[in-house]
């Protein structure tokens, strides 16, 4: 890609559903995309970017620059015509999505083999995954798809569902304090957006029944499989199975090392060894926690579908799930990912998890697909 302009000046937003405009500061770098087959000029196909606080999404006001057509003033966001995407990109610490208003359709706007491409970093946008904002569902006020970078379908993403929050909010123009509920592959789910800006989700109740995770795991406790011996590649790992929705295997010790170091694992050689283990039929998300106190861990983890990310919200509720059920944590944890610090809470009195992170933009534009 090639920088084509940098220009810093207030952008009116217009929200054109609700009819209201917002004025405010951010820098504004016009970046270009053209595929190989392209014989056009590379300035039609074009990714906005910009950062900026509470941005509205729906149309930004008219601007000329590079524009394929030097008589038109039509925004990039204005833009219907067919074959083009519009998107915005946000990260929950680290793990980041590129997000499409689907709200008019339960289709996916794009394939899953084009969100391969799109997730590509070197090629695309680049992120760990592409998360449609759909019409609800069941009752509910939205429905949440999302398609990993190889491009399966997982059934729930929690970062993601951070992201998912902060924008509809942005879509919709929501101010304060606000909750909505989001049907799932993984089931209902409620985010709350908090007055300092982060989301805290109602993450629902764990799942511990083995074959209900799914694991082949024997279960040794109740119907749970916990603390439970796992052979990969000859080395015994004691696992914790848990599923959010999704199925997690958590370790914090091995036969070779009792406490783990995580900060010493290569995660790309041990990884997909745990995801792709016939224990597990659905394959895994793996993470791998270090204990510091009951109230603090610190986990990396090898996602199914995305390989090493910098966080993972539903890995987070099953690792402090799993300490609780090995006696090695309290229910309320700073759990530290690569990304940053999430705050995870299982409630005995509804036995529910309460996720609180942060979800931010990073930018929006538009693609050829």
Same mark, same amino acid.
């Given at each position: #890609?090639?920088?084509?302009?940098?220009?810093?000046?207030?952008?009116?937003?217009?929200?054109?559903?609700?009819?209201?405009?917002?004025?405010?500061?951010?820098?504004?770098?016009?970046?270009?995309?053209?595929?190989?087959?392209?014989?056009?000029?590379?300035?039609?196909?074009?990714?906005?970017?910009?950062?900026?606080?509470?941005?509205?999404?729906?149309?930004?006001?008219?601007?000329?620059? &590079?524009?394929? =057509?030097?008589?038109?003033?039509?925004?990039?966001?204005?833009?219907?015509?067919?074959?083009?995407?519009?998107?915005?990109?946000?990260?929950?610490?680290?793990? =980041?999505?590129? !997000?499409?208003?689907?709200?008019?359709?339960?289709?996916?706007?794009?394939?899953?083999?084009?969100?391969?491409?799109?997730?590509? $970093?070197?090629?695309?946008?680049?992120?760990?995954?592409?998360?449609?904002?759909?019409?609800?569902?069941?009752?509910?006020?939205?429905?949440?798809?999302?398609?990993?970078?190889?491009?399966?379908?997982?059934?729930?993403?929690?970062?993601?569902? $951070?992201?998912?929050?902060?924008?509809?909010?942005?879509?919709?123009?929501?101010?304060?304090?606000?909750?909505?509920?989001?049907?799932?592959?993984?089931?209902?789910?409620?985010?709350?957006?908090? &007055?300092?800006?982060?989301?805290?989700?109602? #993450?629902?109740?764990?799942?511990?029944?083995?074959? =209900?995770?799914?694991?082949?795991?024997?279960?040794?406790?109740?119907?749970?499989?916990?603390?439970?011996?796992?052979?990969?590649?000859?080395?015994?790992?004691?696992?914790?199975?848990?599923?959010?929705?999704?199925?997690?295997?958590?370790?914090?010790?091995?036969?070779?090392?009792?406490?783990?170091?995580?900060?010493?694992?290569?995660?790309?050689?041990?990884?997909?060894?745990?995801?792709?283990?016939? #224990?597990?039929?659905?394959?895994?998300?793996?993470?791998?926690?270090?204990?510091?106190?009951?109230?603090? !861990?610190?986990?990396?983890?090898? &996602?199914?579908?995305?390989?090493?990310?910098?966080?993972?919200?539903?890995?987070?509720?099953?690792?402090?799930?799993?300490?609780?059920?090995?006696?090695?944590?309290?229910?309320?944890?700073?759990?530290?990912?690569?990304?940053?610090?999430? =705050?995870?809470?299982?409630? &005995?009195?509804?036995?529910?998890?309460? #996720?609180?992170?942060?979800?931010?933009?990073?930018?929006?534009?538009?693609?050829?697909?």
């Amino acid at each position: #890609m090639a920088i084509a302009a940098a220009i810093t000046q207030p952008l009116t937003v217009v929200n054109r559903r609700r009819s209201l405009s917002t004025t405010y500061s951010s820098s504004l770098n016009l970046f270009h995309l053209s595929s190989l087959s392209d014989k056009q000029s590379i300035s039609r196909k074009s990714i906005a970017i910009s950062s900026g606080r509470r941005p509205n999404f729906r149309a930004l006001s008219a601007m000329s620059i &590079e524009a394929p =057509d030097k008589s038109s003033s039509t925004s990039f966001l204005d833009r219907t015509e067919s074959g083009i995407l519009h998107f915005v990109k946000y990260h929950g610490l680290g793990n =980041d999505f590129i !997000l499409v208003d689907n709200r008019d359709s339960m289709e996916p706007k794009v394939t899953p083999e084009q969100a391969v491409k799109l997730c590509d $970093r070197n090629f695309g946008i680049g992120a760990d995954g592409v998360i449609f904002a759909m019409p609800g569902t069941n009752g509910t006020d939205y429905t949440m798809r999302i398609f990993n970078s190889d491009g399966s379908e997982p059934e729930m993403c929690g970062n993601g569902v $951070r992201c998912f929050a902060r924008y509809i909010a942005d879509l919709e123009n929501l101010n304060g304090k606000q909750s909505f509920t989001v049907h799932t592959g993984a089931g209902l789910i409620v985010p709350e957006i908090q &007055e300092d800006g982060k989301v805290r989700v109602d #993450m629902g109740e764990p799942i511990l029944k083995a074959s =209900d995770v799914p694991t082949l795991l024997v279960p040794n406790k109740d119907q749970s499989a916990v603390k439970a011996k796992l052979d990969v590649d000859g080395l015994i790992w004691n696992v914790t199975c848990v599923s959010m929705g999704n199925p997690h295997c958590i370790t914090f010790s091995s036969e070779s090392s009792k406490d783990l170091q995580v900060d010493e694992l290569n995660l790309a050689e041990i990884g997909p060894k745990f995801e792709h283990h016939p #224990m597990f039929p659905a394959r895994t998300n793996t993470e791998f926690v270090q204990v510091f106190s009951p109230t603090h !861990l610190k986990m990396r983890v090898w &996602e199914r579908g995305a390989g090493a990310t910098l966080a993972c919200g539903t890995g987070a509720c099953a690792t402090v799930v799993a300490a609780v059920l090995e006696g090695r944590a309290d229910r309320s944890c700073t759990v530290d990912l690569p990304g940053g610090p999430l =705050d995870i809470e299982w409630r &005995e009195e509804d036995n529910h998890i309460y #996720m609180t992170g942060p979800a931010q933009v990073v930018f929006y534009g538009s693609v050829p697909l």
